[in-house]
């Protein structure tokens, strides 16, 4: 790779001085220092983008990675160079780590564009730094492939088989209804994320790995190949040697990411019953490579791709049991016949030619379905479009209760997540089953897009066994999560969209046959309802305030506008 002035390697992205002879003198001496003589200097420069934190507890396994990375970098002929960038912890962030992706983003191509490299190996995994990466790899276009820290192992509580994080909150919900005590929820707070790794279900981490395997900027096999495995650190070292032949060769990330290898990622994540949060982020990584991706091109092609995986939430399984069945080439081979087989890869060859030597799911196993006969079906992430949606909304049909994908139902408004926990448990509000619990203002604008979609069941209606009811919001939710919870509405609330017009009482009709999420109330009401909205403050400095200034809404990708091509 070159820079736009065609020098290469240790000579491309020069510091300005005003003198490229000084510039290239200054960068050998300062180089000197580190110990890198002329021998070093003269091979392919490969970047390794870090994303290692404390606070990320889920790249604690990172560095080991990293070192992998490196070996197969030194082993091809490359000199390797690891430099950090910002990480996003899931857990250990506020108020969202989605508030920050596309900070990430920012940084990351500017480092990769600024910095001397022919390639660059983004080493990712929580939620966010994944597609912040491959967000940053489609605006540089540097040649990239993605490797990730791999899932934790699972864990077990009183001989249950448990971990992160659908089980978490499936224990939390348990506790919340009276049914495990404080004593019982430490125990399996402590058993449910054994080792280091990301989340082990098909939660948002899960479910970006395997779509980036599918949109082919990762080497075959490496989206479940769990932290710490000896897979794993093969698969590091393996990347780190395809690296130094992409910074001989002309493959950008642009030509990779094409129409035919977004909806190879569709296919997967309809077929894995993936995280919601995988449509904001391919759309946004469409966006940064050119295309436009909308959410009638999700609903089309996951109305077409049954469930073919058995893995939390929308099934039993942990991503540990995907690896040992062959992983995500074992799944492709499965859908092979719904797949665009031209679509190129970072490995080289072609998706058809890479599944014309892969083996079929193993017929021991049982994580992987078939066509013929699936494990769910078709539909699993449902768009929706009404009156409270104009612009579209998503559900996760998979994850939700059938008897209430027909429902309609007056509304309980929360205007904040704050405000929800604060009042939702209150006898007072007189919730019952049939209501649909609203939240707006945790949208991209009003709150930077929170994982606060999945409302809690009210405790008192949770203690009398009510496990799910209808939830709408502006804001996202967990990959991990379960239940029938409309996402993403938009426009949202906090710019004026309808979810700002509605009020306690107010019927809600939920039709996910027909795509509808509607408002039942008349537009003259609305009209006047608008007409008393206050514009809301924006933050008062910093990020947030840039990015309230700039976000796009859900359906565009929640990037910023500026960054958009």
């Known amino acids: 790779m070159s820079d736009e002035s065609g020098r290469r390697g240790i000579d491309s992205n020069l510091t300005s001085y005003g003198d490229e002879g000084f510039s290239r003198y200054m960068r050998r ?8 003589d ?25 560095p080991e990675l ?86 934790m192992r699972t864990g077990s509580w009183r001989g249950e088989r448990l971990g992160a994080c659908t089980d978490c909150r499936r224990f939390w919900a348990r506790h919340r209804a009276g049914e495990i005590d404080a004593a019982e929820i430490t125990e399996v707070e402590q058993s449910l994320c054994p080792t280091s790794g990301t989340c082990m279900v098909m939660g948002t981490a899960s479910t970006l790995a ?69 449509i904001v982020h391919l759309t946004a990584i469409a966006r940064r490579a050119g295309l436009a991706l909308g959410l009638d091109d999700f609903h089309e092609i996951s109305a077409r791709v049954p469930r073919l995986t058995d893995l939390k939430p929308a099934g039993n399984g942990y991503l540990e049991d995907l690896h040992r069945a062959g992983g995500v080439p074992a799944l492709l081979k499965a859908l092979e016949p719904l ?46 479009r009404g009156s409270l949606a104009p612009d579209g909304a998503v559900i996760k049909a998979a994850a939700a209760s059938k008897s209430l994908l027909l429902h309609r139902g ?26 649909v619990l609203v939240l707006r203002n945790a949208g991209p604008v009003g709150a930077g897009m929170p994982e606060a979609g999945s409302l809690p069941i009210p405790r008192y209606l949770a203690e009398a066994g ?26 949202e609330a906090a710019i004026g969209g309808p979810l700002a017009l509605v009020r306690d009482g107010d019927e809600i009709s939920l039709d996910v046959d027909a795509r509808r999420i509607d408002l039942c109330v008349e537009a003259t009401e609305l009209e006047r ?31 910023l506008d500026f960054l958009v091509p």
Request: aromatic share 4%; net charge neutral.
């Open 29 to 36: 001496a300062f180089l000197a220092s580190a110990g890198f």
């Open 38 to 62: 002329a021998t070093d200097l003269d091979r392919p420069i490969v970047g390794i983008a870090d994303t290692s934190s404390e606070y990320t507890t889920c790249h604690r396994g990172m």
């Open 66 to 151: 990293v070192e992998s990375i490196r070996r197969g970098i030194l082993e091809a002929g490359g000199l390797p160079f690891v430099f950090p960038t910002g990480s996003l912890p899931e857990i250990l962030m506020s108020p969202t780590t989605m508030l920050y992706r596309n900070l990430l983003a920012m940084q990351t191509e500017e480092l990769i564009r600024s910095q001397p490299m022919d390639a660059v190996v983004l080493a990712g995994g929580c939620d966010k730094t994944v597609p912040a990466q491959l967000m940053a790899a489609a605006s540089a276009n540097v040649p990239a492939i993605s490797v990730v820290v791999g899932p």
């Open 210 to 278: 395997c779509v980036t395997e599918a949109l082919g900027l990762m080497l075959p096999g490496g989206a479940t190949a769990p932290c710490g495995s000896g897979d794993r650190l093969r698969h590091g070292v393996a990347a780190g040697r395809r690296a130094v032949d992409l910074a001989r060769s002309p493959v950008r990330p642009r030509e990779i990411l094409c129409r035919e290898a977004f909806h190879n990622a569709i296919v997967v994540l309809s077929a894995v019953g993936g995280s919601t949060n995988a």
């Open 339 to 384: 797949l665009e087989r031209g679509a190129p890869s970072v490995s080289g060859p072609t998706l058809g030619e890479i599944l014309a030597v892969t083996a079929p799911p193993r017929d021991w196993q049982t994580v992987i379905g078939s066509l013929e006969n699936p494990l769910g079906p078709s539909g699993a992430l449902a768009t929706l």
């Open 410 to 435: 007056p509304a309980a408004v929360f205007d904040s997540p704050e405000d929800a926990a604060a009042r939702i448990d209150d006898p007072a509000l007189r919730i019952t089953p049939r209501h």
């Open 466 to 491: 009510v496990k799910d009811m209808v939830r709408v919001s502006d804001a996202r939710m967990s990959g991990t999560a379960y239940g029938t919870v409309v996402l993403h509405c938009a426009p």
């Open 529 to 559: 309802r608008r007409a008393g909205l206050a514009p809301r403050p924006l933050p008062e400095r910093g990020w947030p305030r840039l990015y309230a200034q700039h976000v796009l809404q859900a359906h565009e990708g929640a990037d």
